[in-house]
């Protein structure tokens, strides 16, 4: 079956980098676009960006535009999220996500705290 | 961006009662609609999808309805497990950014 599973997370300090991946199974990996969205604590569901299926289109919320970089490695079936310049506001859990056609798959999250 | 207003916010209601929630968007998304059911420290819930489609293993007590610009979920008989934070997510196929609802938080009454 579909999995996904999200790792990378942790506790980071305000200004620095992490970067989050997401390994996929069960499933044609470089034939699919993929997102990522964020919750942060008590918060909403917020996307947060996307890859086509052969990473020539991506497209980024205004909030890390600049700051966040969504890549994939199609020979690891990995998904990719490089942070940098870290702030308070990008605490949150990270998921990663696929659609296909109308069915949706999610990872079940990693965390990421931004604390000094 | 097609932005996503549901309502309401917070919903009180008792075991057995019959809940609707309601997503509107900006503009049409046909039936690029998918329902979540979410619970405190966990991963969302899909409940719906394609507007009216229910998720393998979810109950028939939860349904979806709506096309173009306004959806519901129904809950025809509220269960204990019942009492959640409902989503609901625009995934349209034309556009590459998602958009959510802000959450109904479905409270004991």
């Known amino acids: 079956q579909v999995q996904l599973v999200e790792s990378g997370g942790g506790v980071v300090q305000p200004g620095r980098s992490l970067r989050l991946s997401c390994a996929a199974s069960?499933?044609?990996?470089?034939?699919?676009?993929l997102h990522w969205v964020r919750q942060a604590p008590g918060r909403g569901l917020e996307w947060v960006a996307f890859?086509?299926?052969?990473?020539?289109?991506?497209y980024y919320a205004d909030s890390v535009k600049g700051r966040f970089t969504i890549s994939r490695d199609n020979s690891k079936d990995t998904l990719f999220l490089e942070m940098n310049s870290l702030t308070l506001d990008d605490t949150a859990m990270y998921y990663c996500?696929?659609?296909?056609?109308?069915?949706?798959?999610w990872g079940q999250g990693t965390l990421v705290s931004v604390s000094s | 961006d097609i932005q996503m207003t549901q309502s309401p916010s917070t919903l009180s209601a008792s075991v057995g009662d019959r809940v609707t929630i309601t997503c509107r968007a900006r503009?049409?998304?046909?039936?690029?609609l998918a329902w979540y059911q979410q619970k405190p420290g966990k991963a969302p819930k899909l409940l719906i999808y394609?507007?009216?489609t229910l998720e393998s293993g979810v109950p028939s007590r939860f349904s979806g309805s709506g096309s173009g610009t306004e959806f519901t979920l129904t809950i025809s008989s509220l269960q204990p497990d019942d009492f959640a934070t409902y989503y609901c997510?625009?995934?349209?196929?034309?556009?590459?950014?998602?958009?959510f609802g802000q959450g109904t938080k479905v409270e004991i009454k």
């Open positions: 890859i086509s299926y052969d990473a020539t289109s991506r």
């Open positions: 394609k507007a009216s």
């Open positions: 069960g499933f044609s990996f470089s034939m699919y676009t």
């Open positions: 503009q049409s998304i046909t039936n690029w």
């Open positions: 997510h625009q995934y349209n196929s034309y556009s590459s950014s998602w958009t």
């Open positions: 996500a696929r659609r296909d056609g109308y069915n949706l798959n």
